[in-house]
C-alpha cells in the first residue's frame, strides 16, 4: 500500500514569515501534485512535478520534486494571510492509482 | 475549458433516508470519474472511481454505491444514511496527459446526516 505523509500537520506562522512544508513516501511517483483547500471548497490544483529534481514556481511558492521521485517540497516566500488554507499532496501511480496525503493545515496570521 | 459541477452544495438528511449527489464534467470526453469523502480538516478518502460509461470500482467497503450512466455524469447514491456518512464528498475528473494524471476537484457537497 503506498503511503503520502505531509509534514508538520499544522503550522502557525506570522505574515511575512518563510515555511516549508513536505511531502514524503518510500514509494516512486509517475508524477505528484500539490492542491490547496480552503474550508467548504474543493481542493485547487497548484502543480503538477513529473521529473526527478524538477523545481517549478509560481509567484511565492516554489514546489521541488525528489530526485527519485519519492518526496516534494513546497515553500512559501514572505508567507500572507491569503496563503492559509490545507495543503494536500498527491502522487500518481503510473495511472494505476492515485494516492493524497492528509494534508498540512497552514494559518497565516496578520 | 473543462468545468465539474456537484450538487447540492449542502444536505441535511435524516438516518435511514436515501441520498443522491450528482457530479457532471464539461469541456472534456472519456474522463477518469471520482467520488472522495473527506472528514473535518482531514485528507481524502477515495470512495469510488469510473475509467468509462457504467465501469465503477469501488475502494472502501460502505453502504454507498456510485453509478455512470453517461460519460460526464457520476451519481453517488445511498438506499439508507448512516450517521457516520456525514462528511465533505468531492467529486473529480482526470485525464491523462503528457504532464500526469492530475485531478480537478468539485466545488463539494457538504453532507450531515442527523
Known amino acids: 500500500t503506498q503511503l503520502l505523509e505531509q509534514s508538520p500537520q499544522f503550522l502557525s506562522i506570522q505574515e511575512g514569515e518563510n515555511l516549508t512544508v513536505y511531502c514524503n513516501s518510500s514509494?516512486?511517483?509517475?508524477?505528484l501534485q500539490w492542491y490547496r483547500q480552503e474550508p467548504g471548497e474543493g481542493p485547487v490544483l497548484l502543480v503538477t512535478?513529473?521529473?526527478?529534481?524538477e523545481v517549478k514556481k509560481l509567484k511565492r511558492l516554489t514546489f521541488q520534486f525528489g530526485d527519485a521521485r519519492k518526496d516534494s517540497s513546497l515553500h512559501i516566500t514572505a508567507a500572507q494571510p491569503g496563503d492559509t488554507g490545507l495543503y494536500l499532496c498527491?502522487?500518481?501511480?503510473?495511472?494505476?492509482?492515485?494516492?493524497f496525503g492528509p494534508g498540512t493545515r497552514l494559518s497565516v496570521l496578520p | 475549458s473543462q468545468t465539474i459541477h456537484q450538487w447540492p452544495a449542502t444536505l441535511v438528511q435524516p438516518v435511514g433516508s436515501p441520498l443522491s449527489l450528482e457530479c457532471t464534467v464539461e469541456?472534456?470526453?472519456?474522463?477518469?470519474l471520482y467520488w472522495y469523502r473527506q472528514a473535518a480538516g482531514r485528507g481524502l478518502q477515495l470512495l469510488f472511481y469510473?475509467?468509462?460509461?457504467?465501469?465503477i470500482s469501488s475502494e472502501v467497503p460502505q453502504n454507498l454505491s456510485a453509478s455512470r450512466p453517461q460519460d460526464r455524469q457520476f451519481i453517488l447514491s445511498s438506499k439508507k444514511l448512516l450517521l457516520s456518512d456525514s462528511g465533505f464528498y468531492l467529486c473529480?475528473?482526470?485525464?491523462?496527459?503528457?504532464?500526469?494524471?492530475?485531478?480537478?476537484f468539485g466545488p463539494g457537497t457538504r453532507l450531515t446526516v442527523l
Open positions: 473529480a475528473w482526470s485525464a491523462l496527459a503528457a504532464s500526469g494524471d492530475t485531478q480537478y
Open positions: 514509494s516512486v511517483f509517475s508524477s
Open positions: 512535478v513529473v521529473t526527478g529534481g
Open positions: 498527491a502522487g500518481d501511480n503510473y495511472g494505476q492509482n492515485f494516492v
Open positions: 469541456g472534456t470526453s472519456n474522463p477518469n
Open positions: 469510473s475509467v468509462g460509461i457504467g465501469q
